[in-house]
């Protein structure tokens, strides 16, 4: 699936609505593929979710997204921008963004509070090592 880095897991939720779902995938999909440093791929239906589940399930589609493993923490902000960037050019766009056991929902337009709660995500993600993060790269 993916060589270096710790994968993320991307999933557009819609509220059940699955054509819209796989819509909105593909196109956040094909927004971060043109990245630089980023390797983007959808999840395997048949890969557990998380510990204990068998599948995706039926209808959800989600992605998974590496960057380079020698530069964490600039990866990161990098994908959680292109993330912000990409849910802001529709209204109620967001993505659950997924790392081992911790999650986070983006939204296109934060506030102060979601924003903290973005970096701190980060810092837990990342387990501190790298450089200091630049608040305005985010």
Avoid: Y
């Amino acid at each position: 699936m993916h060589n270096g880095g710790t994968p993320w897991t991307l999933a557009v939720p819609t509220g059940g609505d699955t054509l819209r779902q796989e819509r909105l995938t593909r196109d956040l999909h094909d927004t971060l593929n043109r990245t630089d440093g980023l390797v983007v791929g959808f999840r395997d239906a048949d890969e557990p979710t998380e510990r204990g589940h068998k599948g995706a399930g039926v209808g959800e589609v989600a992605l998974w997204a590496v960057g380079s493993a020698a530069v964490a923490r600039p990866a990161s902000q990098v994908l959680i921008t292109l993330i912000k960037e990409w849910c802001a050019k529709e209204r109620h766009r967001k993505v659950v963004v997924t790392v081992g056991g911790d999650s986070i929902e983006i939204t296109g337009r934060p506030d102060a509070t979601q924003e903290r709660m973005v970096r701190d995500f980060q810092d837990r993600i990342v387990g501190g090592d790298g450089p200091e993060p630049d608040d305005d790269a985010a």
